[in-house]
């Protein structure tokens, strides 16, 4: 019996198309939750109007969907392990349809925040299952290239928000422009239930004499949750951190910073986007981002005990979340006091820091001995 046998993985020889099919119907699935990280953020500039609240209230939005995301997803890893990522999977991407509709609908601030914590419990579950149908389901030769398409997807789904909201609620209005993203959370639900075969996890053999021999070690140091004393997984966590709050501060509150700081109306910046240099910059930004990502989710791997990558990805993960319902608290703040340079400048030394855990990451993988795929 091989190792990837013994793990209740898929053989190396599994069919390519078989491996695309999972890993392009989990990269479907990644790129709404991502979409539905940035429901409300393009639509700022509408909403503060609509509702007349500033940037702080609007970015606490932001902080109710990320915290309740954070638990839900440090809970639904345990979930996901014990009764399988399918059906989590498709309530997830059910909530995060009902979230974008009941943002369209929504005629008070206290609406926006209620389905706010709807589109947090729909968007928790992601990572969990993601990452646990791609371990079982793909063969280990083609796993990096699955981590790089969920990675890939991940931030299409960032980018497809602004370029599909933004000129919908110009030619339309907002609530439109929430509608149709709405319909699309369940056109994807409805090809991953047409497709729900390639998602079905095969049962997990009976474990082995020495598996059960460490399970019982581990029950005695930590049980369920001895994987939290493993260094890499907290040195994920916090990368996964100090990348969230950076993100969020560029997608939601830089541009929106740069554009008061020069004075510039909403549809001038659409209509004549800034020179060479700017796209260039945060096209370097994102290929460096990019190119980590494969080599990090195998680190994240190598370190995940048998039976365990619910749990683990859910907790290593949950950085993400913690991040980015941080980072609105501060830069709303600092962007509804017309501090535009400090959004900026806060924006730089976060970047730093984000190198300086970028290589504690780098460390601590060549520490970490490689565990069987």
């Given amino acids: 019996m091989t ?35 940035l429901l409300l ?29 954070c638990a839900v997803q440090a809970g639904s890893g345990f979930v996901v392990d014990r009764f399988g990522p399918r059906p989590i999977l498709f309530g997830g991407l059910a909530l995060l349809g009902l979230a974008a509709f009941g943002f369209a609908a929504s005629t008070s601030y206290a609406m926006l925040a209620a389905f706010s914590v709807l589109a947090g419990i729909g968007n928790g579950v992601f990572h969990p299952v993601d990452y646990t149908l791609l371990n079982r389901r793909v063969s280990a030769p ?12 991940g931030s299409l789904g960032w980018a497809l928000a602004p370029a599909m909201l ?40 009976a474990p082995t004499a020495a598996a059960r021999s460490a399970a019982t070690g581990a029950a ?15 040195m994920c966590f916090a990368f996964f951190f100090f990348y969230a709050v950076a993100l969020n501060v560029v997608q939601a509150f830089a541009p929106e910073a740069a554009r ?35 080599s990090r989710d195998l680190l994240v791997k190598r370190s995940t005990p048998e039976g365990s990558t619910g749990r683990v990805y859910g907790i290593v993960y949950s950085g993400l979340d913690i991040g980015q ?28 820091v984000l190198i300086a855990s970028a290589f504690n990451v780098r460390r601590v993988r060549r520490t970490v001995a490689p565990v069987a795929a």
């Fill in 325 to 352: 319902a941080l980072s609105p608290l501060l830069f709303g703040v600092l962007l509804d006091q017309g501090r535009f340079t400090a959004v900026l400048l806060g924006l730089a030394v976060v970047q730093g």
């Fill in 220 to 234: 005695g140091q930590g049980g369920n949750f001895a994987f939290l004393r493993i260094p890499a997984v907290w």
């Fill in 3 to 37: 190792t990837a046998n013994v793990h209740g993985l898929p053989p190396a020889s599994t069919p390519l198309r078989a491996d695309a099919s999972v890993i392009g119907l989990v990269g479907i699935a990644h790129l709404i939750s991502h979409y539905s990280q």
């Fill in 260 to 294: 008061q700081l020069h004075a510039v109306p909403v549809a001038l910046a659409l209509a004549h986007p800034p020179g060479a240099l700017v796209p260039v910059l945060f096209g370097v930004m994102g290929f460096c981002a990019g190119i980590a990502g494969p």
């Fill in 142 to 153: 083609r796993l990096g290239h699955a981590y790089s398409v969920h990675g890939i997807t």
């Fill in 166 to 205: 933004v000129p919908i609620a110009i030619a339309t209005s907002w609530r439109v422009a929430l509608v149709c993203a709405g319909v699309l959370a369940f056109s994807v639900l409805l090809v991953l239930l047409v497709s729900r075969r390639h998602l079905a996890l095969p049962p997990m053999p």
């Fill in 41 to 69: 953020a393009p639509l700022f500039p509408w909403l503060k109007d609509a509702f007349q609240v500033g940037y702080t209230e609007l970015g606490f939005l932001m902080t109710i969907f990320f915290v309740v995301s």
